[in-house]
């Protein structure tokens, strides 16, 4: 069974075999909350499970992580942001999500980000916004999937292209 969970101590050696895995392949590692130095895992932890609370962390928005398990491995991970702000509007929006590369093509984004939504909707998010690279074609079907309804996208100074979209959690 699929559930989302918050990092914890005993999730050491999981999480490090996840940040592994994304860096032997050479992938930037999502969401990027996640990725930090863990060989110190207590200040891991504590770094992330600070941010629920804006501790250290006055310039950006509260935002709580959940890894995706299915009780043996953690297969993704999710950032959601309780908030947005002028950059989240445009970029990130309030959840990010990644799946480990080993363990996508299964549809685990799509339950991820889903569960995710169920955790955004506790947290009085009543309506979401979820973002990605308009190259990225997977990411864009797992939004749809969970309903988004497509918004203007949106052009970075690089000329990359934002795709937005609204997911309503009210009801």
């Not at 509260?62 to 989240?88: C, F, K, M, Q, V």
Request: glycine content about 8%; hydrophobic content about 40%; proline content about 3%.
């Amino acid at each position: 069974m699929l559930r989302l969970v918050k990092t914890s101590m005993d999730q050491e050696a999981k999480v490090i075999d996840f940040l592994k895995e994304w860096r032997e392949r050479g992938e930037t590692i999502v969401p990027n909350a996640v990725d930090r130095d863990a060989s110190d895992f207590a200040s891991y932890v504590k770094q992330i499970r600070d941010k629920e609370l804006r501790v250290n962390n006055v310039s950006w928005v509260p935002s709580t992580t959940y890894w995706l398990t299915d009780g043996e491995e953690l297969l993704g991970a999710a950032n959601i942001r309780h908030e947005l702000n002028d950059n989240l509007i445009n970029f990130g929006g309030h959840i990010g999500y990644g799946i480990k590369p080993s363990a996508r093509g299964r549809g685990l984004a799509t339950k991820q980000l889903e569960l995710a939504l169920e955790k955004a909707k506790e947290l009085g998010i009543e309506r979401a916004l979820i973002t990605c690279d308009r190259t990225n074609v997977a990411s864009r079907q797992v939004i749809l999937n969970n309903g988004g309804v497509p918004d203007t996208p949106f052009m970075e100074g690089s000329g990359k292209v934002v795709e937005r979209f609204w997911i309503e959690l009210k009801g």
